[in-house]
Antibody, heavy 123, light 107 residues
Framework: EVQLVESGGGLVQPGGSLRLSCAAS????????MSWVRQAPGKGLEWVST????????FYADSVRGRFTISRDNSKNTLYLQMNSLRAEDTAVYYC????????????????WGQGTLVTVSS | DIQMTQSPSSVSASVGDRVTITCRAS??????LAWYQQKPGKAPKLLIY???SLQSGVPSRFSGSGSGTDFTLTISSLQPEDFATYYC?????????FGGGTKVEIK
């Protein structure tokens, strides 16, 4: 069974940093693109970033480019999101999500999703 | 960037009703569209991919249609467990974008 477990969320002051992790199991992690998607309280879904299985291609939303860095450690089956220069508008539940198809067949849909980790940016 | 406009933003319906949700893309994107269901406090769940393909394990009362710029999610006979918020998502190009969501509420 595919499992994605996020961790690392919490309360941080504006301008601060936080690193989220997503521990993956139940599939060949290195074969699949992985993404972060966030949801501000009471709001809709916003795609944040995607990294291919090898880590060779990375994509960011304009709202986080230059402040957030996605990475992965395929030896540890773990996805990361380093978040710097955090702003109040970054407050959200952050989900990691897996592409349902491997390698070159990647689809950019999301299935499954982790349970999410809450990041609150406030003084 | 491809903008996704979803309508309605909310709908009140009864068990057994047929519900239709639409999603319009700001530019053509073939069939690179997915639909998700999200219940309060839970992660989204993939229902439909490639505009009309039913994800494994999803009940057949859910169906998707459309291509290009106009897409539809239909629930043929609403069940109690279907009351949730539904989102469309385009996977045609980065940045990936979602519709604003449709909340299906009990009438």
């Amino acid at each position: 069974e595919v499992q994605l477990v996020e961790s690392g969320g919490g309360l941080v002051q504006p301008g601060g940093s936080l690193r989220l992790s997503c521990a993956a199991s139940g599939f060949t992690f290195s074969s699949y693109a992985m993404s972060w998607v966030r949801q501000a309280p009471g709001k809709g879904l916003e795609w944040v970033s995607t990294i291919t299985g090898s880590g060779g291609s990375i994509f960011y939303a304009d709202s986080v480019r230059g402040r957030f860095t996605i990475s992965r450690d395929n030896s540890k089956n773990t996805l990361y999101l380093q978040m710097n220069s955090l702003r109040a508008e970054d407050t959200a539940v952050y989900y990691c999500a897996k592409d349902p198809k491997p390698r070159s067949a990647a689809t950019n849909w999301f299935d499954p999703w982790g349970q999410g980790t809450l990041v609150t940016v406030s003084s | 960037d491809i903008q996704m406009t979803q309508s309605p933003s909310s709908v009140s319906a009864s068990v057994g009703d047929r519900v239709t949700i639409t999603c319009r893309a700001s530019q053509g994107m073939s069939s690179w569209l997915a639909w998700y269901q999200q219940k309060p406090g839970k992660a989204p769940k993939l229902l439909i991919y490639a505009a009309s393909s039913l994800q494994s394990g999803v009940p057949s009362r859910f169906s998707g249609s459309g291509s290009g710029t106009d897409f539809t999610l239909t629930i043929s006979s609403l069940q109690p467990e279907d009351f949730a918020t539904y989102y469309c998502q385009q996977a045609n190009s980065f940045p990936l974008t979602f519709g604003g969501g449709t909340k299906v509420e009990i009438k």
